[in-house]
């Protein structure tokens, strides 16, 4: 079946310095989300990508698409407190009637101050 | 609209007891998901439905556990018997395929 992969598992960076975590499916996917979960909450939406190769960008947050649409990545420049939580990416896969969202592991992120 | 509501937020039960979890996905959503998180195995599927129907069990850890959805509106994870190995937060999640997931807030379930 459909595996996302996610490393690292844990993050621990000082302020300032920059973040990134990286997500390999084991299937070609239709799509990558990222999500963020809170110490103690659920996880909530980011953003999506759709299109090989595709870029986005939220304010100190950049997220990539790989071209064969098999891996992503999401960059935080510049940590802030604000950003301690943990980081999930999640594919729907691309098949034929699936309809599937397998979501990584996840990268806890801890932000020193 | 209120976004996925799950019931109750939290549960204390006795091992070897049934215990019910609740989901109500957002109206117009037509795949439902309930996940299991823990320490040890992160967010871990367990079952979806795509406009009611079962798509997908296999994540189901063993048959004490089984997941209802009679209609669009309600889906139901049951556990029978519970056991302490259990314990863990479930979250259930919506959406239109192709889009977000929605999670509700959660169940965290304890049991002793």
């Known amino acids: 079946g459909q595996q996302v992969m996610q490393i690292p598992q844990y993050q621990h960076v000082q302020e300032g310095e920059d973040f990134t975590t990286y997500c390999n499916s084991s299937t070609t996917l239709s799509n990558i989300q990222w999500y963020k979960q809170r110490p103690g909450g659920h996880p909530v939406f980011l953003i999506q990508l759709v299109k090989s190769g595709e870029v986005k960008k939220q304010k100190r947050l950049t997220f990539q698409f790989g071209e064969a649409k098999k891996n992503s990545s999401l960059h935080i420049t510049a940590t802030q407190t604000t950003d301690v939580g943990t980081y999930f990416c999640a594919g729907h896969g691309s098949g034929a009637g699936s309809y599937q969202l397998t979501f990584g592991k996840g990268t806890k992120l801890s932000v020193i101050p | 609209d209120a976004g996925v509501i799950q019931s109750p937020r939290h549960e204390v039960t006795e091992m070897g007891q049934e215990v019910t979890l609740r989901c109500k996905p957002i109206?117009?959503?037509?795949?439902l998901f309930w996940y299991r998180q823990t320490m040890m195995r992160g967010l871990e599927l367990l079952i979806y439905?795509?406009?009611?129907?079962?798509?997908?069990d296999s994540g189901m850890p063993e048959d004490r556990f089984s997941a209802k959805m009679p209609n669009a509106s309600f889906s139901t994870l049951k556990i029978q018997p519970s056991e302490p190995r259990d314990s863990a937060v479930y979250f259930c999640?919506?959406?239109?395929?192709?889009?977000?997931?929605?999670f509700g807030q959660g169940t965290r379930l304890t049991v002793v």
């Open positions: 439905f795509n406009n009611n129907v079962p798509i997908d």
């Open positions: 109206s117009g959503h037509n795949s």
């Open positions: 999640a919506s959406l239109t395929w192709g889009t977000e997931a929605f």
